[in-house]
């Protein structure tokens, strides 16, 4: 039995074989209809999400699968007091698979100790995101046709942007990769992420201030939202919450086949001007999400 707390929990050869399949359900959806009839998906989900909890629960019906879950804390026991270990005991005897959203850093890795269904990560504080960066991989090969060679630029939350940190974890194991980490001194990346996964690597970055600077040299951009939900203080996130807006023509200064990308949602931070340039493709991206996330619970439940 495997979980997926983080990235790199799958090898980089398991993870081509993830978005190879996830090709092959994009081209032949029909074929995998029914391949997790009579199994069951839990999605639970402490912290709010459109994306992720949907999507998973899109992908476990495409397969044929059912599905269960609460969207909220308040709508389950944790409301009581519950802990993510003795809920994973119990969501163990309901469905074959879960997939779990915690504000608190490590939670689901905490659940996958107790678990004895496949745990999958579905995002945990300000810490990881997985199976977004396997959608975002699976967006950037498809599109791109490769995910070596290339330079990748983050824009604006580095410091709290789980998304982010998964990304650069994983595109960290391909050749070539080079990053421009664009953000105010106050939201730069992690030192763990700096240190043990760039500097560790030898992987090349700056970290700059300025998106417009940064754009001719860039294959894709990722741009990100300021969180409110991770500051601690309202007149900080006031401040920088507008501090990097991509619009129409920010986007002369691109090349002509650079990527934007964005996990949404979005506030501000993308100018709805941007949206019908074809260079634009987040929502692609998030449609991206369901095919990855089919197959990555095929193989977690091995079926096939
Ligand atoms: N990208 C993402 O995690 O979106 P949601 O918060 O809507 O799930």
Redesign the pocket.
Known sequence: MRHIISPTDLTVSELSGLLELAEEIIESPKKYADVCHGKKMATLFYE??????LSFEAAMLNLGGSILGFSSADSSSASKGESVADTIRVISSYADICAIRHPKEGAPLVASLHSSIPVINA?DGGHN?PT?TFTDLLTIKNLKGRLNHLTVGFCGDLKFGR?VHSLINALARYENIKFVLISPEELRIPNYIREEVLEANNIPYVEVKSLENSMPELDILYMTRVQRERFFNEEDYIRLKDIYVLDAKKMTYAKEDMLVLH???RVNEISTDVDDDPRAVYFKQAQFGVYVRMALIMKLLEVM
């Open positions: 709010p999400s459109t994306r992720t909890r995002g995101h977004q998304t996990p949404l949602p």
